[in-house]
């Protein structure tokens, strides 16, 4: 079954507000190197889950609680166990290596999506998949290029994120058979601001004046641009706005530049466009599938 083709109309608004998202989620990405200068990566993973709560306790109050019953709470679970987990990995990659590597990285759970929805849900794939990944991978190799040994073990940790983000978004596309998109992420944010709590026994840190601030930046960025990005995917098949999801690298690229003096080294651009490819190559041949269900190749609302 083939997706129908959005007018180029809406093609192109849905593109304006996917590049909008993705301006917002790097601005994020260098509000968590500003805090991760004073905080330790358990404050700052709490903190955006404690925000993103009370935004969402207040967009949901006027519906009730009966309106988060659920019959799945075990798909909750892991879909907060797993979201929780990747948002752990890509802030401590966001606070040690160039953001354009760290952003990049972070687009690498498409990739993971199709081994995922094998091993898990039985999905079969054709040919083009594990070229597509040979080829989004090789991508990844060449971004490490530059500093092998010192971005290497920061990028394990990185491409982890990536697999436990594609457990993710494969237990929300299950989710959404039964569970209206409000309760799930309402769920990931209980769940995410729960569970990331018990580090602080540990670890917890009084953050100054200036690091609220950037603490409430951190929630609005992260919100914002999650509203952006539902606003886009309502436009147009999310398989032709997935490319434009690139544009964090881009933005990255100009924040880590301006701010951290880091360099755009060639081999990132090549291994950039690798994985832009190998996205496009693994995105339009679950559709010629016939497969939607794992299709949309961003849903960071957890991240």
């Not at 993705?22 to 955006?48: C, K, P, Q």
Request: aromatic share 10%; net charge positive.
């Amino acid at each position: 079954m083939n997706t129908p083709a959005a007018p180029p109309s809406h093609l192109l608004r849905g593109a304006l507000f996917i590049i909008g998202s993705e301006l917002m989620f790097s601005l994020m990405g260098a509000s968590i190197r500003v805090l991760s200068h004073e905080l330790d990566n358990t404050m700052i993973v709490f903190a955006r889950n404690l925000v993103g709560l009370g935004l969402l306790l207040a967009l949901t109050a006027s519906s009730g609680a009966r309106h988060l019953a659920t019959a799945v709470p075990h798909l909750h679970l892991l879909r907060g166990a797993a979201g929780l987990g990747a948002m752990y990995c890509f802030f401590y990659a966001i606070a040690n290596m160039p953001l354009a590597n760290a952003m990049l990285l972070k687009l690498t759970a498409p990739l993971f999506i199709p081994l995922v929805a094998l091993a898990w849900l039985g999905e079969r794939f054709n040919w083009q998949v594990p070229a597509a990944l040979a080829v989004g991978f090789s991508g990844v190799a060449l971004i490490l290029v530059p500093d092998f040994a010192q971005m290497a073990p920061v990028a394990i940790i990185a491409l982890l994120g990536g697999v436990l983000a594609a457990v993710a978004k494969v237990t929300v596309r299950r989710l959404a058979r039964t569970e209206p998109t409000t309760r799930t992420v309402f769920y990931f944010a209980a769940i995410g601001s729960a569970v990331s709590a018990i580090p602080l026994i540990w670890t917890w840190q009084t953050p100054s004046p200036a690091m609220l601030a950037w603490i409430l930046a951190l929630g609005f960025l992260a919100t914002s641009g999650q509203l952006l990005l539902t606003r886009g995917m309502a436009c147009a098949p999310a398989a032709r706005l997935g490319p434009f999801a690139f544009f964090s690298v881009v933005f990255g690229a100009l924040l880590g530049w301006l701010f951290w003096d880091e360099v755009l080294y060639w081999s990132t651009i090549a291994g950039t466009a690798l994985v832009l490819v190998s996205g496009i190559i693994v995105s339009g041949a679950r559709r010629r599938t016939g497969d939607t269900r794992a299709v949309a190749v961003r849903e960071s609302g957890g991240l």
